[in-house]
């Protein structure tokens, strides 16, 4: 699997959106993720590894876990990757089960988790392949 391009929001340190397009690499096969403590390195892989398996990298995050402190209400928590495999391009998003502000009144209400998973044809268009948590996992796993 190779990444391609991975979006970021409201998702650990960012509190925005955060896009790193791994295609500026080129054809390198090998990089480093550099940083000072508390940079959001590991948020990059937590992110990689949220998008494709709907876990955290490490076992003491997950998906509740992985909001941004920082993020204002009204943006959710979202991850996307962008990522090739075996001459194939797939997008997979995925969002936890979070609160956000209600649109009227006041207090929270509970958003569940969503994902969706597509394929990227050669024209850039996209092919719906699952379009809940469940049948993301099924995909995920068959491919």
Request: hydrophobic residues 30%; aromatic residues 8%.
């Amino acid at each position: 699997m190779k990444p391609l391009k991975l979006t970021m929001q409201a998702f650990g340190p960012y509190a925005g959106t955060e896009t790193i397009d791994f295609k500026q690499l080129e054809n390198r096969t090998m990089f480093v993720i550099s940083g000072k403590t508390g940079s959001g390195k590991t948020t990059i892989f937590d992110g990689i590894s949220y998008a494709i398996y709907g876990k955290a990298s490490g076992e003491d995050r997950n998906g509740p876990d992985l909001r941004s402190q920082f993020a204002e209400d009204e943006l959710l928590t979202e991850v996307t990757l962008e990522f090739s495999l075996r001459q194939k391009t797939y997008r997979i998003t995925r969002s936890p089960q979070q609160e956000r502000k209600k649109k009227s009144g006041e207090g929270t209400t509970n958003v569940g988790a969503k994902a969706e998973f597509y394929l990227i044809d050669e024209n850039g268009e996209l092919q719906l392949l699952a379009s809940n948590v469940r049948e993301v996992d099924e995909k995920i796993k068959e491919i």
